[in-house]
């Protein structure tokens, strides 16, 4: 009898020890099985910059409008412009991942995101040098490389210090530049405080024509003409809309500035100059560089 119960026992353990085993061997199994591939959509063309930079561009299966640069994004599925996205055109990618910027919409549209069951990450605007790191730091989270992020924001630190080493201040003090939106060639718009361009204005050295309100507003000739800018700031892809130079002369007030008089303006890629994104401490160092090279001012 003790015998049969010593042969039970010794065949309860070997079969418990064996699915213990097999429990052991299927989750060993499960855990090298590899996950979904990762499939990105980026909503912000500094955002996919930032993206490359973190070597995974292989993962971005499509992006919007204001992602010109590298080159190579151009040629990715669109999905639109950022303000007015389409979720039939965004959720046909597949994306396992969407990163957009906080100015992304309609609102209607993120929500059909969310509600396909698409992690969406809104990455909040931070006019600083600080706000680009952080933004770098967060997509290395979400996408599994906070080693790499670590590594291009020591590479980023290292260009900032550079930057502020080689930058003209002291004569630019007092110039006051104004920045100039063009999205309707009928009605030109400003920037106030708490925008992209007064801040790159301030950070390259000089100073915002025109202060007193928060964000854009329409630009008219007499506040043209109060303000007298010694310097016209705008994006390549504006002044372009507008006929060149010669086109926003035609604007009322402008040729009666010292910056229309003396045609003193400076054009930069919108996404370069404005995005805050990995590029922006060499866009400093160019918009400051180019502002000391510009003719005399009052």
Not at 34 to 39: E, F
Not at 252 to 278: H, R, V
Request: a positive charge; one cysteine or more; proline letters at 5%.
């Amino acid at each position: 009898m003790n015998a049969m119960r010593r042969n039970l026992l010794i065949h309860s353990l070997a079969v418990g020890s064996l699915s213990a085993f097999g429990e052991n061997a299927l989750a060993q199994e499960k855990s090298k099985k590899p996950s979904a591939p990762l499939r990105l959509v980026s909503i912000g063309g500094a955002l996919t910059e930032i993206i490359y930079l973190l070597d995974s561009s292989k993962e971005l299966v499509g992006v919007d409008t204001t992602s010109l640069y590298p080159d190579s994004a151009t040629k990715l599925p669109n999905v639109g412009y950022a303000r007015s996205l389409s979720s039939e055109g965004i959720l046909a990618l597949k994306p396992t991942q969407v990163i957009a910027i906080e100015d992304a919409g309609p609102p209607i549209v993120l929500k059909h995101i969310t509600n396909a069951g698409i992690p969406l990450a809104i990455l909040y605007s931070n006019l600083r040098f600080e706000g680009v790191l952080d933004r770098v730091r967060k997509i290395g989270d979400l996408i599994d490389k906070p080693q790499v992020a670590n590594e291009l924001i020591q590479k980023l630190n290292l260009e900032w210090v550079k930057t502020q080493q080689n930058l003209t201040v002291a004569q630019l003090k007092k110039m006051s530049v104004l920045f100039i939106l063009s999205q309707n060639p009928t009605q030109l718009m400003v920037s106030g405080t708490n925008t992209s361009a007064d801040a790159m204005i301030a950070y390259a050295g000089a100073k915002n024509a025109i202060t007193g309100f928060s964000g854009y507003k329409p630009l008219t000739p007499e506040a043209l003409i109060t303000a007298n800018p010694d310097i016209i700031l705008m994006t390549d892809q504006g002044i372009k809309a507008l006929g060149g130079v010669d086109g926003v002369l035609h604007f009322p007030g402008i040729n009666k500035t010292t910056a229309g008089k003396q045609k003193n303006f400076i054009c930069l890629e919108a996404m370069y100059m404005l995005g805050f994104g990995p590029r922006m401490p060499l866009a400093v160092r160019e918009l400051n560089k180019l502002l000391a090279q510009t003719r005399s001012f009052s």
